[in-house]
């Protein structure tokens, strides 16, 4: 979901040949959302699923998929 809105904000940012929204806006945004689901999205997964979603978490990167298994 997060990827998708990066696309279309740099896809509006070409379109509008915006330079204030491709270096400014976009790393910005996602900026915030990084800090969102470290603070605050984190915690509330952890509070409902508890150690299961600790270990998923250990288990599994935020951002980047792993190219080799463990």
Do not use: C, N
């Amino acid at each position: 979901m997060h990827l998708g809105w990066t696309v279309v904000l740099l896809g509006l940012a070409v379109l509008m040949q915006s330079f204030t929204l491709l270096v400014i806006f976009i790393p910005l945004f996602l900026l915030v959302h990084i800090v969102y689901l470290k603070l605050i999205e984190e915690k509330e997964l952890e509070k409902k699923f508890g150690q299961a979603y600790i270990d998923y978490r250990k288990s599994v990167p935020m951002f980047i998929p792993r190219l080799t298994r463990k």
